[in-house]
């Protein structure tokens, strides 16, 4: 299924860059892909059937937000782009987004939304400009950060969910 991803992002990633709008095609393991492109909203979809379950995955600076429980979007952010993961049992996000805040704050609002989720913290990484938080919480919760500083504010990537490994 991982791999099935990976082709069908592709797959979309080159829809929204100008190839064919919407298609269908199946993979080596036999799973049915589909995906199309709004050109209005820019929205990008994936259907993907397989024996193991149907996922679904949505792409765009329009799709709403839909954490799983203890986590929201950071207060007054500006969302780049949200993509979205459903999948039988699993629900997840990787929303890109910016904020005139500091980098400090919006990793501190992170990382206590995270711990009181229960994810422990099992990598932090910094850099020059920014920094990676990375962890696992109970059961199959996945959670990660990667914020960094801007000239004025801060941009971040988030990938939050459950039930996606």
């Not at 765009?60 to 993961?85: C, H, K, Q």
Request: contains cysteine; charged residues 25%.
């Amino acid at each position: 299924m991982k791999r099935t991803i990976l082709v069908a992002t592709t797959s979309l990633l080159l829809a929204a860059c100008g190839s064919d709008r919407s298609g269908s095609y199946e993979t080596e393991d036999g799973e049915t892909v589909d995906y199309s492109v709004d050109t209005s909203s820019g929205e990008s979809s994936i259907d993907i059937k397989s024996e193991d379950g149907d996922m679904q995955i949505r792409s765009g600076s329009n799709v709403a937000v839909d954490l799983p429980d203890g986590f929201s979007l950071y207060p007054g952010a500006e969302v780049v782009t949200n993509s979205t993961i459903n999948r039988n049992d699993g629900q997840g996000s990787m929303i890109i987004f910016k904020t005139d805040d500091g980098l400090e704050d919006v990793l501190a609002f992170y990382r206590k939304q995270a711990e009181a989720a229960g994810v422990k913290i099992e990598m932090e990484m910094k850099t020059a400009q920014g920094t990676m938080l990375a962890g696992k919480g109970d059961g199959d919760l996945i959670f990660s950060i990667n914020a960094n500083a801007q000239d004025v504010g801060t941009t971040g990537q988030m990938t939050v969910g459950r039930g996606l490994e």
